[in-house]
């Protein structure tokens, strides 16, 4: 009994590692997209027209946040990148 026990605390701290690992990646995210947002933003205000890859890697971002949120509430085991594909 005490066997299982320890094996799941082991379990759940290992977990709490890695939501920490995703909570920096999680702002460090932040402060990509600001910096992405403010190039787009002189983009559009030079050329008039999007910047095709910051538009596309907007979707990415979106789908890997979103992952990221659930893992780290509980709301899914799905544990994205690093520790998946892309």
Not at 15 to 29: A, P, S
Not at 36 to 60: G, H, M, R
């Given at each position: ?13 290992i ?72």
């Amino acid at each position: 009994m005490e066997n299982s026990s320890a094996q799941n605390r082991k379990i759940i701290l290992i977990r709490g590692l890695q939501m920490l690992v995703f909570g920096l990646l999680l702002n460090l995210g932040l402060t990509v997209i600001s910096f992405l947002a403010f190039v787009q933003f002189f983009w559009l205000l030079t050329t008039k027209e999007k910047n095709p890859f910051i538009a596309n890697l907007a979707s990415n971002l979106k789908n890997w946040f979103g992952q990221a949120i659930q893992f780290m509430l509980s709301a899914s085991d799905y544990k994205p990148f690093p520790w998946s594909k892309i």
